[in-house]
């Protein structure tokens, strides 16, 4: 249905622009499944290994800071995740531990739990597919051409999707990047109309927007926006 929409409003397709200024000329040529496969295939180890040492910086930063209920000394209490990755981040499946904290006074205890640019919230699926899926999704291949690729059910990548034209858009990161983009992001096009405006390569695009989004996954530690911006 989306996919109708886009071509009767005679659009531009983000996805394919996004690919083609990246590839200048190479994925232009291709169809647009085979553009996209190797632009998924981009987000290599490396790049999941890189988001591991960037919550690694963060929770080491939290663990430096004081217990926000008693002052008391925080201590890593890191509790058990089995993330999916889908097609697109496999490597993600081996992040077992979400990095957190936990108060060492007696009679406390309170968890502070740091922001992570690897999960987004309580949500199975890392962060880097929760973007990348949905991106996938908003192209025009069809649905079931869209679940091979990143091997998410359209039931889930139709959720994420509303979720980002809904209230992501009440976020605090949403409502500052729009803040400082002329024009604003397209919200129907949410979240490729932001990986866009950030930069050339895809992964670099996808790491920034993951950043963004840090702070949002979690609500017990209060100086996370600080501690995201020194760890990258
Ligand atoms: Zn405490």
Redesign the pocket.
Same mark, same amino acid.
Not at 69 to 72: A, I, S
């Given at each position: 249905m989306l996919a109708s929409r886009y071509s009767r409003c005679g659009q531009t397709k983000p996805l394919r622009k996004l690919v083609t200024s990246r590839s200048e000329g190479l994925a232009s040529e291709l169809p647009e499944t085979e553009a996209l496969m190797i632009d998924l295939f981009e987000l290599g180890s490396e790049f999941f290994e890189g988001l591991t040492a960037i919550d690694l910086s963060i929770v080491e930063q939290a663990a430096r800071q004081p +217990?926000s209920? +008693?002052?008391?000394r925080l201590y890593r209490g890191d509790y058990p995740r089995k993330p999916r990755g889908g097609q697109i981040a496999g490597a993600a499946e081996g992040w077992v531990r979400r990095f957190s904290l936990c108060?060492g006074?007696e009679g +406390?205890?309170?968890r502070a739990t740091p922001p992570s640019v690897r999960f987004l919230g309580r949500r199975v699926y890392v962060g880097a597919v929760v973007i990348m899926a949905a991106a996938v999704a908003l192209t025009s291949m069809a649905a079931s051409a869209a679940v091979r690729a990143t091997g998410v059910p359209s039931r889930t990548t139709r959720r994420w999707l509303r979720w980002w034209r809904g209230s992501f858009t009440t976020s605090r990161p949403f409502v500052e990047l729009s803040a400082r983009m002329v024009p604003p992001p397209e919200r129907r096009w949410l979240p490729t109309s932001l990986l866009e405006r950030f930069a050339a390569g895809r992964s670099a695009a996808v790491l920034k927007l993951l950043s963004w989004l840090a702070p949002i996954s979690t609500t017990s530690c209060l100086q996370g926006w600080s501690f995201v911006r020194a760890a990258m």
């Open positions: +217990c209920e +008693c002052g008391g108060c006074s +406390c205890r309170r």
